[in-house]
Nanobody
Framework: QVQLVESGGGVVQPGGSLTLSCAAT????????MGWYRQAPGKRRELVGV???????NYGDSVKGRFTVSRDKARNTVTLQMNGLRPEDTAVYYC????????WGQGTQVTVSS
C-alpha cells in the first residue's frame, strides 16, 4: 500500500518562505516521478513541480523561479521550497508520485496572507 504523507503547511505573509516535505512509503523499487500539485478554492488542480528524472524537473509557469522541488531517492522523500510567496499561492498542496499508477497525498494547506 503506497502512502504519501505531507508536512510543513501553514500560514505565511506575502514575500515569505515555506518548505513542504513528503515521505513515500510502500512504493516499490524502480524509477518513478515525484513532486507536487496544488488546488485553490474553485480552481482546478495544477502542476507545481515534478521531478521526472535526475536531469529533469517540470514546473508550473506560475511558480518558475520562485519554487524549487528536490528529491531524495534513497529516502523516498520530496521537498518543495517556496520563496517569494504571494496570496495567489494559497491552496492545498498535494504530494504526487507516479509510475504505472498515480498516488496522491492527503494534502496540506498553505495560506499566504498578511
Amino acid at each position: 500500500q503506497v502512502q504519501l504523507v505531507e508536512s510543513g503547511g501553514g500560514v505565511v505573509q506575502p514575500g515569505g518562505s515555506l518548505t513542504l516535505s513528503c515521505a513515500a512509503t510502500g512504493i516499490s523499487r524502480g524509477p518513478y516521478s515525484m513532486g507536487w500539485y496544488r488546488q485553490a478554492p474553485g480552481k482546478r488542480r495544477e502542476l507545481v513541480g515534478v521531478v521526472v528524472s535526475d536531469a529533469l524537473t517540470n514546473y508550473g509557469d506560475s511558480v518558475k523561479g520562485r519554487f524549487t522541488v528536490s528529491r531524495d531517492k534513497a529516502r523516498n522523500t520530496v521537498t518543495l521550497q517556496m520563496n517569494g510567496l504571494r496570496p495567489e499561492d494559497t491552496a492545498v498542496y498535494y504530494c504526487y508520485a507516479v509510475r504505472t499508477s498515480e498516488y496522491w497525498g492527503q494534502g496540506t494547506q498553505v495560506t499566504v496572507s498578511s
